[in-house]
């Protein structure tokens, strides 16, 4: 009686590997995935929420219409990034394709719109408080948005190209769009190192904060441009970093930014009100003291 074959293919053990450590990344529903998109998106919901009136009070007193602009649109994206993160089986679901779509591009535009006018904000001297700078800043913002997004939705709607579908699919068509406009923003922040480091860096902000940002969003970028090569060429490692960037952009981008322009912002109003008190006591004769 000969023994029963019991082998398993090494394929397929290897396939079941892939897909258990890529599955959270991949896919439309996965527990760990959404609560990587939904826990950042709430926290920071409810802390703009807690701390609103302050916010709208400085903002109305230091009159920075570039800042309030911001900040509006900092709530317009957080709560889109929220339904995007809590809407994730839309892009699977029968019939919701479209829907789907119109928030992914919905959730970009505010995302895509505050972190290019924050790099034409980067390229002039200081903060612009006036109507013209704010035109002008959103101008060039707003430009780049709205070609960015005309792309898209003529590979989406018109080309059928999933770009906005999270999925294993090489497709060429994909991975090329994304590919161009990655580089784009590759080549805009290499372009402010490069102004940092030559003989023009007066013309940027002098703060760290603003170097730090742009170094961050630098190396970013070069990795998703990095993971949309890789893609292209249909190596699916290159499609999971892509998936995960994805989720970082998404959970982390939104707070990162507030931390590095807005908060300082605020913070800065509270130092500029502190050091008001101290002068008008110090004036008053508060601290002096008789030493003798």
Known sequence: MSNPNFSIPISSIDDARIETVSGWTNGCI?????????????LLLLYLGFQARRHV?????RMSYVM??????????????LAWSLLQDWQCASGMAVGWNLLSLSTEIGMLLLEISIVAFLLQENYASG????????????????ADVLVQSIFIFGFRVPLLVNSNATDGGKWGVLFVQTLILTAIYCYILFVHYSKWRDRLPPRPSFYKYVVVMFAFNAMMLLACGVAGFGFNFG??????????RHSLYLPYLYLTFLADFFQEE???????????MKEAGFFDTDWE
């Open 68 to 81: 309030i602009a911001y900040y509006a649109i900092l709530w317009f994206s957080a709560l889109l990034n």
């Open 57 to 61: 009070r400085k903002l109305t007193h």
């Open 131 to 146: 109507l013209e700078s704010l035109a002008h800043t959103f101008l060039i913002s707003g430009s780049f948005v709205a």
């Open 239 to 248: 499609i999971w970093c892509y998936n995960f960037l994805v989720i970082c």
């Open 30 to 42: 996965s527990f760990w995935r959404e609560a990587f998109l939904v826990v950042p998106a709430v």
């Open 270 to 280: 509270d130092w500029l009100l502190d050091s008001a008190y101290y002068s008008e």
